[in-house]
T-cell receptor, first 114, second 112 residues
Framework: GAVVSQHPSRVICKSGTSVKIECRSL??????MFWYRQFPKKSLMLMAT?????????EQGVEKDKFLINHASLTLSTLTVTSAHPEDSSFYIC??????????FGPGTRLTVL | SQQGEEDPQALSIQEGENATMNCSYK?????LQWYRQNSGRGLVHLIL?????REKHSGRLRVTLDTSKKSSSLLITASRAADTASYFC????????????FGKGTMLLVSP
């Protein structure tokens, strides 16, 4: 399967700052990537679908101006949490769409906002 | 609303025993997938079962799907301590896209 990396794996930031999380598809050209967030001991919730070269499609209730997604190449999508607040602390996971049936997931990024 | 709902929420067994987790969903699907997540890590795809399939096997894993009841089960046979993880079912939206909706997960603890 596709190898997906995320950077950073952990980040701690102060409230009000912006944080960028990278999702890279190392061996697969990904037209579509997905961003999820996961609260402790909870399930994954889809935040947005990231499409290469076009605007991301956000799920209902996800603020597009808060969570900026850029998918400028077939191997890289970035999620920027703008003006982060403690309630944005979460585990953010990206995935790469390999086919309509298959997604490969990154290892996740733990964001802690103080 | 959450599509997949697993039960039990937590399951504790001894090595060698079988573990069964169930998943229910609400709308029509193209396929249902099971994933595993070790604590604080990403997800690993375990198995996919299509809506026209009733049962599928992969190693020690056995998945069933009952579309009339909108439910699926994951059976792990002869469990090992290394199987300790959270297990999630995920359904697609039967809309031609591959977006997944995850259930709440079952936390499995296998004791040596």
């Amino acid at each position: 399967g596709a190898v997906v990396s995320q950077h950073p794996s952990r980040v701690i930031c102060k409230s009000g700052t912006s944080v960028k999380i990278e999702c890279r598809s190392l061996d697969f050209q990904a037209t579509t990537m997905f961003w999820y967030r996961q609260f402790p001991k909870k399930s994954l919730m889809l935040m947005a679908t990231s499409n290469e070269g076009s605007k991301a499609t956000y799920e209902q209730g996800v603020e597009k101006d808060k969570f900026l997604i850029n998918h400028a190449s077939l191997t890289l999508s970035t999620l920027t949490v703008t003006s982060a607040h403690p309630e944005d602390s979460s585990f953010y996971i990206c995935s790469v769409e390999a086919s309509t049936d298959t997604q490969y997931f990154g290892p996740g990024t733990r964001l802690t906002v103080l | 609303s959450q599509q997949g709902e697993e039960d039990p929420q937590a399951l504790s067994i001894q090595e060698g025993e079988n573990a069964t987790m169930n998943c229910s969903y609400k709308t029509s699907i193209n396929n249902l997938q099971w994933y595993r997540q070790n604590s604080g890590r990403g997800l690993v795809h375990l198995i996919l079962i299509r809506s026209n399939e009733r049962e599928k096997h992969s190693g020690r894993l056995r998945v069933t799907l009952d579309t009339s009841k909108k439910s699926s089960s994951l059976l792990i046979t002869a469990s090992r301590a290394a199987d300790t993880a959270s297990y999630f079912c995920a359904t697609d939206r039967d809309s031609g896209y591959s977006t997944l909706t995850f259930g709440k997960g079952t936390m499995l603890l296998v004791s040596p």
